[in-house]
């Protein structure tokens, strides 16, 4: 197993490595996925929402496991242009209330996961990052990562995979990835964000900071560097209209071990990477964040919310920037205040927006800290996810609530640091209309879903007892069938793994 040393930002301690990056790297879908996960998600209804309150022990079916057995052919049909390898991964499994399929199992340290439709089959596929696995035998030595699509053949169990990123390309901790059709031709384009800072640990690689489009022609990804062996490192990106001319944009923040902004990055089809080389800093000390969008204050532009991590966001862990001036010639970066929703629950690793948690149109947040109270000492603040909601003053703090129950992180084992829980997302999980949790424990090695049984009442349950340091948590309506499956990646375990509901 691989954690990190400990981190950056003066105080703050490290974080197990999938939550650090997490930060680094994170959870959102793409908007092209279909229904699923995010705010858009489906709302079909079905019987089974009657049925979904069970409990959260796990009941293990032995009469459906088999081995895993791999056979590997060259697919030769239905490729929609893109080609690659078709890998068949015999066998599922019952895992609690969910039958699990096997994507890939021989993927070294994979980290997340994003979904979407590539080759416009009607079939959503993943695109899965993967960073390898840190040696620390010897030091550190950083293993370079990849980017694998794995396109959607016959069933949950078939995907044919086509590499974006491989070793030797030279990218090192891959992020999740997003997806877009940037230049407006029709099929979808990628933007990945990599780097962390233990990179400059190793000598043999320095500085590892990354940011990059995949352009899709067809039957490749062409890839365009805007930054690459950057002294900064980027956290997952948004994809966002930010200036509202027609073009996407990217938000993210970028940092070196004791500096840290928001910053983003104008979309320009003139230009060969499809953006504009030089980052506009929305807010230079903003600590690890993964940025979320929404027209918060609801005037028109769209406003950024964030969970923040790193040193530079301790005592104001959950904040959001109100735009209250568009860029400008004169202003190019536009103008952003800083507004606290929480100085509670401890340090962060994701929020994000949404008005159709309760079903009523109303804004909320939904966040997951990221603390330890297996430790001794314990953390003050309870590993949980938590739902903020504004009263009228929206520059006011925010009211707070746990929605979760019983995360609680492995205790840290010398320089390997562990909190909980991880990387989520919102989704209708049992198609009764109202949206769900899946999220990744990370330092508590399980995952979970916690299920509205009402409105805004939850109940946490348990998919897997052991997945540590899991990404992904999204879930989209993969085989058709009319609710929504998740998919996890296990990075200590080599997995992705996509659940359908029993
Ligand atoms: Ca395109
Ligand atoms: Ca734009
Ligand atoms: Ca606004
Ligand atoms: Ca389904």
Known sequence: MTRLPPAPHGSTPGASLLACIALCLAACPSDDGGEGSDDDAATETDDEATESSGSTETETETETETETETETTESETETGGLEGELICNEGSEAV????????ADDIPGPAFVSIADFDDDGKLDLLSSAFGLIDTSMGIAIPEGTLTLHLQREGLNCWERVPLVSEGDGVEFPNESEIADLDGDGDL??????????????????????LYVFENVGTEFVRHDITDADPQFFHRPGLVDLD??????????????MTSELVWYRGDLDSPTLFEAEARVIDPEVGGTIPDFADIDEDGDLDIAAGRFFGLGEGEPYVWWEQTAAPSDAVPEGEWLRHVIST???????????????GDDTLRAVASNHVNQGNEPP????????VFEPGDDLTAPWTSTIISEGIVSLPDDGVAIADAPGVFDLADADGDGDLDVFLSGDGDPRTFWLEQTETATFTTHVIEESLPQAGGGHAYDLDGDGDNDPVFTGYE???IYVYERE
């Not at 962390?196 to 900071?209: E, H, K, L, S």
């Open 379 to 386: 953390d003050e603040w309870e590993s949980a996810i938590i």
């Open 344 to 358: 509670d629950h401890g340090q962060a690793i994701q929020l994000r927006l949404t008005r159709d948690l309760y």
């Open 493 to 495: 375990d080599a997995r």
């Open 189 to 210: 384009d990628v933007v990945l964000a990599a780097g962390f800072f233990v990179c400059m640990f190793d000598p043999n690689v320095g500085d590892c900071g990354g």
């Open 96 to 103: 609690s209330e969910w039958l699990r399929h096997t994507v």
């Open 244 to 257: 509202g001319d027609g073009v996407l944009d990217i938000v993210t923040a970028r940092e070196t071990f």
